[in-house]
């Protein structure tokens, strides 16, 4: 199984970013799938999820300013930022959790020993 997150990189404040993940190596029919961070020295926090309904849920910090999405034809997900802030950058990891009952609420209280992770993408907004 391997999730394979892209499109980070360096955007000043106020820009924006879209990050891709795309997954593979067995089926995901019917599983959610979310967008966590961890910026240095902190810990991994939830981000955005989206259910394989296209229900979505966000953190209230990134509320207004991310959209995340999927295609489920394609097995990937997105997560459109705008308005980034510089306490936005952290690395990004893309997640699907182990059962496929996880509700995208459920998943934001995801751990990093639960389900199936990405390597991560680096995200630095400058001031």
């Known amino acids: 199984v391997q999730l394979q997150a892209c499109g980070g990189g360096l955007v000043q404040a106020g820009g924006s970013l879209r990050l891709s993940c795309a997954a593979s190596?067995?089926?995901?029919?019917?599983?959610?799938m979310g967008w966590f961070r961890q910026a240095p020295g902190k810990e991994r926090e939830f981000v955005a999820a989206?259910?394989?309904?296209?229900?979505?849920y966000y953190a209230d910090s990134v509320k207004g300013r991310f959209t995340i999405s999927r295609d489920n034809a394609k097995n990937t997900m997105s997560l459109q930022m705008s308005s980034l802030k510089p306490e936005d950058t952290a690395v990004y990891y893309c997640?699907?959790?182990?059962?496929?009952?996880?509700?995208?609420?459920?998943?934001?209280?995801?751990?990093?020993?639960?389900?199936?992770w990405g390597q991560g993408t680096l995200v630095t907004v400058s001031s």
């Open positions: 190596g067995r089926s995901f029919v019917g599983y959610g």
């Open positions: 997640a699907v959790p182990a059962s496929i009952r996880t509700t995208v609420r459920a998943m934001g209280d995801m751990r990093t020993s639960e389900g199936y």
């Open positions: 989206i259910a394989w309904s296209g229900l979505t």
